[in-house]
C-alpha cells in the first residue's frame, strides 16, 4: 500500500465542524473562506478545491431552486463570475476555466439546499499521472496561501486601497 502524507490535515479532522450552511454562516478572513461579498451575494475559496483557486459564488439568501432568484440575485451571481475569473487571470494566468453549477444531489451537489456556482481556473497539465493512477489530486499550494494570495485581488477590485 502506497501512503501520501497530508500532516496538514490533522487541523481539519480535530476542529469542531460547525452547524448549518456553509453559505449562510457569518464571520471573514481564513475562518469562512469569504473573499467577496456584497449584500446579495458572497465569494468563498472551495475548502476541497478541484485545483487551486477554486471559488464558490452564492447568493447571501438561502435558495436552492434557480426560479426562486430575483433578477437582481441572478444578475449579481453572474457579475460575480465575472469578477472571479477577472481576479484569477490577474493572480494565477489559468490556461482557461471551468463554471458551472451542480444542482441537486444526483448531479453532484455537495450542499444542494444552497444553490452556488463553481469558478475552477484550469492549466495545461494540471491532472497528471496520480490523479488516474492513484485517484489523488495534488494542490501545490496551501489552502490559506491561496486566500491571502487572492484576497488583495478582490479587495483592488472593490476600489478599496491597503
Do not use: Q
Not at 11 to 27: L, M, Q, T, V
Not at 41 to 65: K, M, Q
Not at 138 to 156: C, G, I
Amino acid at each position: 500500500m502506497e501512503r501520501l502524507w497530508a500532516p496538514w490535515r490533522i487541523e481539519y479532522i480535530d476542529a469542531a465542524k460547525p452547524a448549518g450552511c456553509i453559505f449562510c454562516r457569518e464571520g471573514k478572513g481564513h475562518e469562512t473562506l469569504v473573499l467577496h461579498e456584497t449584500p446579495l451575494l458572497r465569494v468563498f475559496l472551495n475548502r476541497y478545491p478541484y485545483s487551486n483557486g477554486h471559488l464558490l459564488v452564492a447568493p447571501v439568501r438561502h435558495v436552492s431552486d434557480l426560479d426562486l432568484l430575483s433578477g437582481e440575485e441572478m444578475l449579481g451571481l453572474f457579475g460575480a463570475v465575472a469578477l472571479c475569473r477577472r481576479v484569477l487571470m490577474a493572480a494565477s494566468a489559468p490556461g482557461g476555466f471551468n463554471i458551472g453549477m451542480n444542482l441537486g444531489k444526483v448531479a453532484g451537489a455537495g450542499v444542494e439546499d444552497h444553490l452556488h456556482l463553481h469558478v475552477v481556473p484550469r492549466w495545461a497539465g494540471d491532472t497528471n499521472f496520480i490523479a488516474a493512477v492513484a485517484d489523488t489530486k495534488v494542490l501545490p499550494e496551501a489552502l490559506f496561501a491561496t486566500y491571502d494570495r487572492l484576497y488583495p485581488y478582490f479587495k483592488a477590485e472593490r476600489g478599496e486601497v491597503g
